[in-house]
């Protein structure tokens, strides 16, 4: 090959450049032959036709947003606590301290982001710590907090992270999710939440053997985190991230790109049941013998002692005197009781019960609770011992069938009364029965249905006479079957059997006869065979 035709072959490359789709399959096809997962390449190509399509808020846009939020940070405490107090019932103290910490968070970060802003001045982070049972909203109120202020926020485990990254997660991932989270704009990132829930879990343990990758490592790891540390944003293991900084450092979008996020800024909040501390206080405060008899503690005994939590008594729990110092904030949340279950699900904003409420209106069914049957709920709710959690638990049991049931039925009214929470199974037997007439409105509109797409799907229109339809619904009824089902397995091979006769009839239009319901291969037998003696 010569020079010119070396030539030519580049001027045909740049006129004709490789779409970057294939690229990015290719790229993908070769990492997932190396074992690794199939990803989404997030680079943005602006060449051979490839330009990204415009959207109504582009992340830069949103991001700006949220840092003039973060800028112009006015917030008091009190406002903080109403806010709170919409979704989240009791819970007064962990309320006030959580809304003073974090009014006190973004009030300094306001001062730090201000044109005079004096970088010398020290202030302590109030990280959180939450104590308390499952399901008396530790998590709900940190995730309200995070829609309330804005910023990005990072929910996690901290059971998925080990001490290095060889087992689980690196606790570093934590902050790069942030980043991820606020589409990468590092900048607001570095005003984010981060949430570690069941915190208790890694409290170093004392093993004969062997390394501890999820207790003293990852509390060591996490209190750098917490205090004020960079943390780069690709890690080693990255490969995605590894081949982004490539193709950048090709295209020379790299060079003013920050590589690293400071966690100075960042507000940790970790919480946990700490089922056992309680044992620790107790004998401290009293003196007793660790544990609380045979049948053991109450909640309610617990988040008593829990109120009493030092120091001291996190360390000998299996905390580090290092990590634990990283949350001066602590905070023990309440059991709930019964009555306060009643007003979780009349009260609060987010509550199980407007989900329901919602989920029926899916089906056109308006659903509604007397009082006396939110009673009996959320009493069966306390026995679960799971917090808000069991009123789920409750609800789905009660209403699985219901929910099941009555979108075929065409109810538009279901109102639940201490009857059907107690019997649901009679109660909705007794529902179905006394709806029939609207049972069968509504299969005589799944039949109008059946036959749209039937004739979208075939080009034949059918037509059910009154016979016709009384018998389907009669055998929809006694089978529990749905009009689809039986009317696809009765008619599914008309469509073909009306092609050889096709010619032969008039018109697409045919009349479906109580005879056809009944016994479909039959008359289309009979039919094919009439149409062809005429003949």
Request: aromatic share 8%; charged share 30%.
């Amino acid at each position: 090959m010569d020079n010119k035709e070396i030539k030519n072959n580049d001027k045909e490359e740049k006129d004709n450049p490789i779409p970057f789709d294939d690229i990015q399959k290719q790229i993908q096809d070769a990492l997932k032959n190396l074992g690794a997962n199939s990803f989404v390449i997030p680079i943005q190509a602006k060449r051979a036709g490839h330009e990204n399509k415009p959207t109504e808020e582009k992340p830069e846009d949103s991001s700006k947003k949220v840092l003039e939020i973060i800028k112009n940070f006015k917030l008091k405490p009190r406002e903080v606590k109403e806010y709170l107090d919409r979704y989240v019932v009791k819970q007064e103290e962990a309320k006030k301290v959580l809304s003073v910490s974090v009014c006190d968070h973004y009030n300094n970060v306001r001062r730090c982001m201000g044109k005079n802003a004096d970088v010398t001045l020290e202030y302590a982070k109030q990280n959180i710590l939450l104590l308390g049972p499952t399901g008396v909203g530790k998590t709900y109120l940190v995730k309200c907090l995070a829609n309330l202020i804005g910023v990005p926020f990072v929910k996690a485990d901290a059971t998925k992270y080990s001490a290095t990254g060889y087992v689980g997660s690196n606790v570093e991932d934590l902050v790069r999710d942030l980043v991820k989270i606020a589409d990468g704009n590092v900048e607001l990132a570095q005003y984010g939440i981060v949430y570690i829930d069941e915190i208790d879990k890694i409290a170093a343990s004392t093993v004969d053997s062997g390394l501890d990758v999820s207790g003293k490592g990852v509390q060591i790891n996490l209190l750098k985190l917490m205090e004020d540390s960079d943390v780069n944003l690709q890690s080693q293991t990255d490969m995605l991230g590894q081949f982004e900084s490539v193709m950048d450092a090709m295209h020379g979008k790299g060079k003013n790109k920050k590589s690293t996020i400071s966690t100075k800024n960042i507000l940790f909040i970790v919480s946990g049941a700490f089922e056992n501390l309680s044992d620790i206080i107790k004998k401290r405060v009293s003196g007793a013998q660790i544990g609380f008899g045979k049948d053991g503690a109450t909640e309610k005994e617990k988040s008593f002692y829990l109120k009493q939590s030092t120091t001291p008594d996190f360390i000998k729990f299996g905390f580090e005197p290092e990590f634990i110092g990283r949350l001066p904030v602590r905070v023990a949340c309440n059991e709930l009781s019964a009555e306060d279950l009643e007003k979780v699900m009349t009260n609060s904003e987010g509550s199980i019960l407007k989900q329901y409420v919602h989920d029926f209106e899916g089906y056109n069914i308006k659903f509604e609770v007397d009082e006396e049957s939110i009673s009996f709920i959320a009493k069966e709710a306390y026995k679960q011992q799971t917090g808000a959690r069991g009123i789920m638990t409750v609800m789905e049991e009660i209403f699985r069938n219901f929910k099941y049931e009555l979108p075929s039925v065409g109810l538009t009214n279901f109102k639940a009364n201490i009857k059907t929470v107690s019997a649901p199974e009679e109660s909705l037997k007794k529902l179905i029965s006394e709806s029939k007439d609207y049972h069968c409105e509504a299969l005589k509109k799944d039949i109008i249905k059946f036959c749209e797409q039937f004739k979208s799907e075939n080009g034949i229109v059918l037509i059910f006479n009154k016979q016709a339809e009384k018998a389907l619904i009669a055998e929809a009824l006694s089978t529990g079957k749905t009009v689809y089902t039986l009317c696809w397995a009765k008619f599914k091979d008309y469509p073909y059997g009306l092609k050889l006769i096709s010619g032969k009839i008039k018109s697409s239009t045919l009349n479906i006869t109580a005879k056809m319901v009944k016994s479909p291969e039959q008359e289309l037998s009979n039919l094919i065979s009439a149409k062809y003696k005429k003949t």
